[in-house]
């Protein structure tokens, strides 16, 4: 059950307020990128024209559309079209959906309505709503019908309730760590399937970054159960990396375009041309990714890793230690990966490139273990999960300079390309040497006694 009890004030009032908190509460299902909400405001009114693209005009003209016409509006052979346009239908459809099931619930009559939580049960959702007679119930159902169509799962009741009936979802402290870890993990699973259909829909390129990242948060909540989950084989670990890296390789590309022309738009005039040149490139070679991602995802061994996942989230095969409850797992988990953490040296500039990345890749283990079991603790092991955001960002983007630099070098200009070029090498060079000075600052922070005291000092409070 996920629970939003706090109201948000937004520009279009009552209609705003539900339409963020359903956007939130079901945000592992509808698909719809942190982005899509700018458009889903727009849609509403709450926010200015102005902000929305022109091309992005035409899906907010579609979403309204459809928001009036339902499930009845949503064209036939949908599948059959140009994949670009089949991405602007498929967010314009989502958009809908929501904002359909919204505009039931905030009436005018009922200027206090609240989405204040949803119980998922796996198979169909039930929403918690107050501020509504219990009569309208029956609207809100029926007005899911686009929703049920195109969501990944269904919603079955509307269930009229007090503001304060919500419970959280987050991991309880005296639930079995296996019914925890597959919890979490088919949420993850979830976050990531939803997404799919907004593939096509390339504009967007926080698409691929929010499945890659589920992916990653899936990956890491199964390492947290790994002795407690029979059933998450090594081998099924593996198909998991090998679509973690196939979705990396078109998010570090996504990265490196988002780059390139930030610092185009501030170059130097004479340096503009063997940029465009350049960007015009690597867009051909983003536009190539896309394809074979999507390619990918409609394979047999996709289909298969997807299918034998599920089965093993729904499994009720648990080891013995899968019943030991969450609170007496987590302080052992997360000394163990603190331990990793605090295992490197203290000056991380003498660090070699290859050591940087491993503490990185530690600090994130430390990082996801941490926002696992971050409700068990009253401060929310910020004093483990800040410091931890601040170190991962910093040391990857010291990590992307590096790979820049080698990406541009291979580029070999030739005259007076090659001044461009050095010039793009020394604003990649200072990048790098701003994030290595700011990686420095937080890992010296950290690894002192006083943020390594701290850090432990949390998890003792966990454990009490």
Same mark, same amino acid.
């Given at each position: 059950?996920?629970?939003?009890?706090?109201?948000?004030?937004?520009?279009?009032?009552?209609?705003?307020?539900?339409?963020?908190?359903?956007?939130?509460?079901?945000?592992?299902?509808?698909?719809?990128?942190?982005?899509?909400?700018?458009?889903?405001?727009?849609?509403?009114?709450?926010?200015?024209?102005?902000?929305?693209?022109?091309?992005?005009?035409?899906?907010?003209?579609?979403?309204?559309?459809?928001?009036?016409?339902?499930?009845?509006?949503?064209?036939?052979?949908?599948?059959?079209?140009?994949?670009?346009?089949?991405?602007?239908?498929?967010?314009?459809?989502?958009?809908?959906?929501?904002?359909?099931?919204?505009?039931?619930?905030?009436?005018?009559?009922?200027?206090?309505?609240?989405?204040?939580?949803?119980?998922?049960?796996?198979?169909?959702?039930?929403?918690?709503?107050?501020?509504?007679?219990?009569?309208?119930?029956?609207?809100?159902?029926?007005?899911?019908?686009?929703?049920?169509?195109?969501?990944?799962?269904?919603?079955?009741?509307?269930?009229?309730?007090?503001?304060?009936?919500?419970?959280?979802?987050?991991?309880?402290?005296?639930?079995?760590?296996?019914?925890?870890?597959?919890?979490?993990?088919?949420?993850?699973?979830?976050?990531?399937?939803?997404?799919?259909?907004?593939?096509?829909?390339?504009?967007?390129?926080?698409?691929?970054?929010?499945?890659?990242?589920?992916?990653?948060?899936?990956?890491?909540?199964?390492?947290?159960? !790994?002795? /407690?989950? %029979?059933? =998450?084989?090594?081998?099924? +670990?593996?198909?998991? &990396?090998? @679509? $973690? *890296?196939?979705?990396?390789?078109?998010?570090?590309?996504?990265?490196?375009?988002?780059?390139?022309?930030?610092?185009?738009?501030?170059?130097?005039?004479?340096?503009?041309?063997?940029?465009?040149?350049?960007?015009?490139?690597?867009?051909?070679?983003?536009?190539?990714?896309?394809?074979?991602?999507?390619?990918?995802?409609?394979?047999?061994?996709?289909?298969?890793?997807?299918?034998?996942?599920?089965?093993?989230?729904?499994?009720?095969?648990?080891?013995? !230690?899968? /019943?030991? %409850?969450? =609170?007496?797992?987590?302080? +052992?988990?997360?000394? &163990?990966? @603190? $331990? *990793?953490?605090?295992?490197?040296?203290?000056?991380?500039?003498?660090?070699?490139?290859?050591?940087?990345?491993?503490?990185?890749?530690?600090?994130?283990?430390?990082?996801?273990?941490?926002?696992?079991?971050?409700?068990?603790?009253?401060?929310?092991?910020?004093?483990?999960?800040?410091?931890?955001?601040?170190?991962?960002?910093?040391?990857?983007?010291?990590?992307?300079?590096?790979?820049?630099?080698?990406?541009?070098?291979?580029?070999?200009?030739?005259?007076?390309? /090659?001044?461009?070029?050095?010039?793009?090498?020394?604003?990649?060079?200072?990048?790098?040497?701003?994030?290595?000075?700011?990686?420095?600052?937080?890992?010296?922070?950290?690894?002192?006694?006083?943020?390594?005291?701290?850090?432990?000092?949390?998890?003792?409070?966990?454990?009490?």
């Amino acid at each position: 059950m996920r629970n939003r009890t706090t109201e948000a004030t937004t520009p279009a009032g009552a209609l705003g307020r539900v339409c963020e908190q359903l956007f939130t509460l079901t945000q592992h299902l509808h698909g719809l990128t942190k982005p899509s909400a700018r458009l889903l405001a727009a849609a509403i009114g709450g926010a200015a024209r102005t902000t929305v693209a022109p091309e992005e005009l035409q899906v907010i003209a579609r979403a309204a559309a459809l928001a009036e016409a339902g499930a009845g509006g949503w064209p036939p052979g949908a599948e059959s079209r140009e994949r670009r346009a089949r991405g602007e239908l498929a967010l314009a459809g989502r958009i809908a959906a929501l904002l359909r099931v919204a505009r039931a619930i905030a009436r005018p009559q009922a200027p206090n309505a609240m989405v204040v939580g949803v119980v998922d049960d796996g198979t169909a959702l039930e929403l918690l709503v107050s501020g509504i007679p219990t009569a309208r119930a029956v609207a809100v159902l029926e007005s899911a019908d686009l929703w049920n169509l195109l969501c990944l799962r269904p919603i079955r009741s509307v269930r009229i309730v007090e503001p304060e009936a919500a419970t959280s979802d987050r991991v309880g402290p005296d639930e079995g760590l296996a019914h925890a870890v597959q919890r979490t993990a088919r949420r993850h699973l979830d976050q990531f399937l939803s997404r799919r259909a907004l593939l096509q829909y390339d504009r967007d390129v926080e698409c691929v970054h929010e499945m890659r990242v589920a992916i990653r948060r899936l990956s890491a909540t199964l390492r947290v159960g !790994r002795r /407690a989950l %029979p059933t =998450i084989t090594d081998e099924l +670990r593996r198909e998991l &990396r090998w @679509l $973690r *890296d196939a979705l990396g390789t078109v998010r570090d590309q996504d990265v490196f375009v988002q780059f390139l022309e930030r610092y185009a738009a501030g170059a130097p005039d004479g340096h503009r041309a063997w940029l465009v040149a350049r960007l015009a490139a690597e867009h051909r070679r983003r536009a190539r990714g896309y394809q074979q991602l999507v390619a990918l995802l409609g394979s047999p061994r996709y289909a298969e890793l997807t299918r034998r996942l599920a089965d093993a989230l729904a499994a009720e095969d648990h080891s013995a !230690r899968g /019943a030991v %409850p969450v =609170i007496k797992a987590a302080p +052992r988990a997360l000394r &163990r990966r @603190l $331990r *990793d953490v605090a295992a490197y040296a203290k000056d991380l500039r003498a660090m070699p490139a290859q050591e940087q990345h491993a503490l990185r890749i530690a600090c994130k283990r430390l990082r996801y273990t941490a926002e696992f079991f971050a409700g068990l603790e009253p401060g929310g092991l910020k004093e483990i999960i800040g410091p931890m955001v601040q170190l991962q960002d910093a040391l990857g983007a010291v990590h992307d300079a590096d790979v820049y630099e080698a990406r541009i070098r291979r580029y070999r200009p030739r005259g007076p390309e /090659a001044q461009a070029a050095a010039a793009l090498v020394a604003h990649v060079r200072a990048w790098r040497a701003a994030s290595l000075d700011e990686a420095e600052r937080a890992w010296r922070a950290f690894r002192s006694r006083k943020g390594l005291s701290k850090a432990t000092e949390a998890i003792r409070r966990m454990g009490r």
